[in-house]
Structure formats: structure tokens, C-alpha cells
């Protein structure tokens, strides 16, 4: 008899105060520039471009109650606030004290300046993200002696649990997740509008509660001492302002600061293009053919991170330096036509409109995966797909599977809006450093003297940039290397910094 041979059993493998240098040098001033885009651009685009946090547990909700038509308070009875769902507070609570183990320098910045409270009087509105993140800033400025009211920059973009921590903490917070138009610009109101309350700065993403100051309550400028814009669309506005004149406070331009144009646009979408991505359509990287439209500081972290990954990763580009670089660094450089049909991926990085028409969706290929790592929703042209002969399915949150006739299918992630906001969430660390950007800005304008700052756009100076970068270096146990007097003197520079002049690119 043959014998039967027993399966082998494989066994699983075991796996002191703050300190400025120089108080009296003034911010370097930014040579005006004219953006494309109006003042006054539609309202449907001014809350839907700057994107939201996929990161929230409350998504989705039985409650269809609308907040304005609830009557919240927190547990000491506060009602100033209009959020989803306050019994969520202890969620938000947690969300928020992770979020501050990632942001060593606002927790720095509460340690070395709350016994002077540097922003004692101070009544800040805001209107930004509201999510873990922006939390730890809000009570960083609270710390700081700040009293603030904050409202959300986008109708997708608020974590409804970490808003409702923040209401019961006690702050006036007037947002949630999926907003109406009217709710939008309502939210921003009852921000701006309360009796006996009277704001004196303004911290903006997007240049929306600015814009609604300007056009519902000029008279508030003349107590307000100064505004401070992160995003590139509020700051194109505010340089609309100050070349017709009509800007009249001072406003920081955050944006184009070197703490947050480096990390926040090369280090931050060098690591949540792939999350984006992963967490929309587990696709794998390896062997896929990408082509990333712009070879600026997001387009750099996104080929850098496709690279790695083992993708064949091409690269459009209008800037004969841009492309230099990108050909130096390995990448391909072509126009987007020549690559269009056998790509697996395209993700556009230009800031521009109309850069992936329909067109070249036409003559995509099956499955092909489309999205924009890009400044607002005008890169991709979305609207050429909404006809009658494409049919779109909506296969999960923010993934929509658009259909030609003959069966081709296109994956459209977030609709053309900002991958990384709307599908997944940006890295904390990064954020630290935007953040603590923002809090020495308005430090710095509610501070100063009159007449140091007149009523323009201004960039920070590279000491508080570097001071910002100093903040971060413990995390790492990092170790600066200190000038010797010799040195200091034979590179003509002080030996605390700044170290580089104004125009050194790095």
C-alpha cells in the first residue's frame, strides 16, 4: 500500500521668556504681486478650496439636525458655540493630546512665554482648519493670555470631536463637518458679530474672514492691529488690498516664510501623498507609471516619495530651472500628452487651472487614478466630466469612479480638491511648524510699536524662521554647532544669526 505522506505544518515566521534678537528691525517687505484671482471669487469656491481632514470619527451621523437648530452647552453651562455634538468633547479631548506629543514647539512656546503673557489682551479671531492641530494652537494662544473665537476656512474640514472639545474647554468655536454655503458664511458671523466683543487680530486661511470683515464690518479695522494670512489664496488677496490702497492694518504673510513654503509644502507632501493615496485606493506603487504635473516644492516631495516607492515617475514643467532639476534629479521630463495614455497615475502640483482637461482624460487609460496635490480645485477640469454621455459612481468617501461609454473608467480622487486634506490628514510634526509660525506672527504684530509696521503686506524676518527651526531640534536630539568669534567675524555674522541673507534660496 502506498502510504500517505502527512502536509508538512509551516509555522508562521515570528514577526525664560521668549527672546526676539533685533526688536526693532522691521519685517522684510514682499514686493508686491498681483494674484489671479478676485476678491471676490464665488463663495462656492472660497470654502471649498482650501480642503478638509479626513481624520474625523464623525463622518457620518444619524443625527440630520442642523447645529443652528440645537440648543448645546458645555458641562459649565457656556452656549457660546455651535458645533455638531458636544457629548463628543472626550473623543476630541484624546485627539488633541496626541496631536501635542507631535508639536514640541507650541508646547515649547507655552512653557518659555506664559509667564508674561505676551498676547494679554489680545482678541483673536481666526478662521482656519479646525482639527487637532489648529487646537493645540488655540490653546497655546489661550496660554498665552489670548481670548479667541474661531470658525472653520472650509465647509469638508472640521473634526466634529475636536470641536467639540474645544467648546467644552470654553472657546467659541462655530463650526462642523459638512456646512452649507450659508452655514459657512453664517459660522463666520457669529464670529465677528457678538456684543461686547470687539476683535483686535486676525489669524485667516484663505482670506474668507477677512474679506467678510472688509465688507460687513469696516469700521472694526480701526481696533484691529493686525492680520496674518498662511494660505496662498489669502495672501494674493491681501496683496490686491494693499495695491489699491484699501488695505488699512499691517498683515503677515505667513505663506511664502521659509518654516512654512519648505517643510509644509516639500516635507508634508512628501509623506501624505502616499497616505492619500493608500488610504483611497490601495494601489501599490511599485512599477506604476506616475506623472506629476510642476516640479515646485510639492511637486518635489511627491516624485521624491513615488521614487522611493519604485515608481517611474515623470515630471511636467513650464520653468526651464524647475525642469533642470527635475531632469538632475532623475526624473523624466515631458509634456503631459506624450505620456497620457500608458500612466497609471497623474497628480497635479502647478497652482494653475485647466492643467488635465478632458482631453486628456479622454485618452487616459482604464483604471487610470486622478488627483491634485495642488493649490485649489482649478487644476483638474472636473466640470467637463459632469455630461450626460459619463456616467460617475461613487465608490467610497471621496472616491469617485467616472465611466465612458465603452466601459473605460477614470478613478477622480476628492473631486479635483487637495488629496491629502480631503482623503487623509497631514503630518502633525509639519503643522508644529506652520503653527508656531502663526503664533509669533501675531505675537509680533500685536506687539509692536505703533508705526513699526504700516499698512502693507510684510514677510517674517529669518531670525524669528530660524528661531521657529530651533524649536523643533530637540525632538531629534539635534546639536547646533556654535560660531567661534573668529568665525562669526570672518563670515561677517552675528553669532545668535540670522545666518543666511534674505535672498538665499534653500
Not at 474661531?150 to 459638512?178: D, H, P, R
Not at 466601459?407 to 490628514?425: D, F, M, P, W, Y
Not at 545668535?496 to 534674505?502: H, I, L, M
Amino acid at each position: 500500500m502506498l502510504k500517505k505522506k502527512k502536509d508538512e505544518e509551516i509555522a508562521e515566521p515570528s514577526v525664560k521668556k521668549i527672546q526676539f534678537a533685533d526688536q526693532k528691525q522691521e519685517f522684510n517687505k514682499r514686493p508686491t504681486k498681483i494674484g489671479r484671482r478676485s476678491l471676490s471669487r464665488s463663495i462656492s469656491q472660497s470654502s471649498t478650496d482650501s480642503y478638509s481632514s479626513a481624520a474625523s470619527y464623525t463622518d457620518s451621523s444619524d443625527d440630520e439636525t442642523s447645529p443652528r437648530d440645537k440648543q448645546q452647552k458645555n458641562s459649565k453651562g457656556n452656549a457660546d458655540f455651535c458645533i455638531k455634538n458636544i457629548k463628543q468633547a472626550d473623543f476630541g479631548r484624546r485627539e488633541i493630546e496626541i496631536a501635542e506629543q507631535e508639536m514640541p514647539a507650541l508646547m515649547a512656546l507655552r512653557k518659555r512665554a506664559q509667564g508674561e503673557k505676551p498676547l494679554a489682551g489680545a482678541k483673536i479671531v481666526g478662521c482656519t482648519h479646525i482639527t487637532a492641530q489648529t487646537a493645540v494652537l488655540m490653546e497655546t494662544l489661550s496660554a498665552l493670555g489670548a481670548q479667541c473665537r474661531w470658525a472653520a476656512c472650509n465647509i469638508y474640514s472640521t473634526q466634529n470631536e475636536v470641536a467639540a472639545a474645544l467648546a467644552e474647554g470654553g472657546f467659541s468655536v462655530f463650526a462642523w463637518k459638512g456646512e452649507s454655503e450659508d452655514d459657512f458664511w453664517w459660522c463666520i458671523d457669529r464670529c465677528v458679530n457678538v456684543e461686547g466683543w470687539q476683535p483686535n487680530m486676525i489669524l485667516d486661511d484663505g482670506g474668507d474672514l477677512t474679506h467678510w470683515i472688509y465688507k460687513k464690518y469696516p469700521n472694526m479695522f480701526k481696533k484691529i492691529k493686525g492680520i496674518v494670512e498662511e494660505s496662498v489664496t489669502g495672501v494674493h488677496r491681501l496683496y490686491q488690498l494693499s495695491k489699491a490702497g484699501k488695505l488699512c492694518v499691517p498683515a503677515m504673510n505667513v505663506n511664502d516664510s521659509v518654516t512654512k513654503q519648505k517643510f509644509d509644502n516639500l516635507y508634508c507632501c512628501r509623506e501624505s501623498i502616499l497616505d492619500g493615496l493608500k488610504r483611497t485606493t490601495d494601489v501599490m506603487f511599485g512599477g506604476k507609471q506616475v506623472v506629476v504635473c510642476g516640479y515646485g516644492e510639492v511637486g518635489k516631495g511627491c516624485c521624491a516619495a513615488l521614487k522611493a516607492m519604485g515608481s517611474i515617475v515623470y515630471v511636467t514643467e513650464i520653468d526651464p530651472i524647475c525642469a533642470l532639476q527635475a531632469c538632475m534629479d532623475g526624473f523624466r521630463l515631458v509634456k503631459l500628452n506624450e505620456v497620457i495614455r500608458q500612466v497609471d497615475i497623474v497628480i497635479t502640483c502647478t497652482g494653475n487651472k485647466n492643467v488635465v482637461v478632458r482631453e486628456y482624460m479622454d485618452r487616459m487609460k482604464n483604471g487610470c487614478i486622478v488627483c491634485n496635490m495642488g493649490h485649489s480645485n482649478t487644476e483638474i477640469d472636473v466640470a467637463s466630466l459632469r455630461t450626460p454621455e459619463l456616467t460617475w459612481e461613487r465608490v467610497r468617501s471621496q472616491v469617485d469612479h467616472v465611466i465612458w461609454p465603452d466601459g473605460k473608467r477614470i478613478v477622480l480622487l476628492a473631486e479635483g480638491r487637495l488629496l491629502n486634506l480631503s482623503c487623509s490628514t497631514v503630518p502633525t510634526f509639519v503643522l508644529s511648524i506652520t503653527a508656531t509660525t502663526q503664533a509669533l506672527a501675531l505675537i509680533e504684530l500685536y506687539n509692536a510699536p505703533e508705526g513699526r509696521y504700516k499698512q502693507d503686506v510684510y514677510l517674517l524676518p529669518k531670525k524669528m524662521d530660524e528661531y521657529v527651526a530651533s524649536l523643533h531640534l530637540p525632538t531629534f536630539d539635534a546639536h547646533l554647532t556654535e560660531l567661534s568669534d573668529e568665525q562669526a567675524k570672518y563670515l561677517g555674522l552675528n553669532k545668535n544669526g540670522p545666518f543666511k541673507p534674505n535672498y538665499y534660496r534653500y
